[in-house]
């Protein structure tokens, strides 16, 4: 429950620890060649931040994340009246980055074919670029999979780091005065959502 950029920063700083994390545990703990490590830390640090900044697990409310999507916010508006706010669906530390993936990809495939169904009402036959998407997705999954599971798990640290942040600040606050940081803001409501327009109206 952070505010968007308090969450901006822990995705970056947790980012930068991330890298040399990850590429010391490739390293040392895989055995894998520093050279043939270092585009997986790169993967996994994208994906961590890509993850924080634009899948949000706050994408379940009407707030900053989604007008980050610009004219595309409308993409999350189903994920967020079905998903409810800081549930196990949104804020779960693996399976909720993993259901964001999988909506964006249907929601993408949908979109295509929505469009190539449009074009073809006035006589545009486009080539099937759904089929192609995910023709893509499993030749590049195949042909690199250290990369994708980079990806994939730096998706999930990216949502993570999120996550544990807000649990820190509400129910683990303890923890943080154990190691001398005193949170003096309540956020217990901090997350009340403001619809759309009135945000726009400000
Ligand atoms: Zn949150």
Do not use: E
């Not at 490590?37 to 790169?42: K, L």
Request: aromatic fraction near 12%; include cysteine; hydrophobic fraction near 50%.
């Amino acid at each position: 429950m952070p505010d968007a950029r308090t969450h901006d920063i822990i995705t970056i700083a947790s980012a930068v620890v991330l890298a040399p994390l990850t590429q010391i545990a490739q390293v040392s703990a895989l055995g894998i060649g520093p050279f043939d490590a270092w585009p997986n830390s790169a993967w996994l640090v994208i994906a961590h931040v890509i993850s924080g900044v634009m899948f949000s697990p706050d994408l379940d409310l009407d707030s900053a994340i989604d007008n980050r999507w610009g004219i595309f916010f409308w993409i999350w508006r189903p994920y967020m009246w079905v998903v409810p706010h800081r549930s196990f669906w949104s804020h779960s530390l693996i399976f909720s980055p993993l259901l964001r993936m999988a909506y964006f990809y249907v929601v993408s495939l949908g979109i295509i074919l929505g469009a190539n169904w449009l074009l073809s009402q006035v006589g545009i036959v486009m080539p099937d670029y759904s089929r192609q998407l995910s023709r893509t997705i499993s030749q590049v999954t195949a042909d690199y999979p250290n990369a994708s599971l980079a990806f994939v798990i730096g998706f999930c640290t990216g949502s993570a780091a999120h996550s544990i942040a807000d649990w820190l600040v509400t129910s683990g606050k303890h923890i943080l005065r154990s190691v001398g940081l005193q949170i003096k803001r309540d956020y217990r409501h901090h997350d009340r959502h403001m619809p759309r327009q009135r945000r726009a109206s400000r």
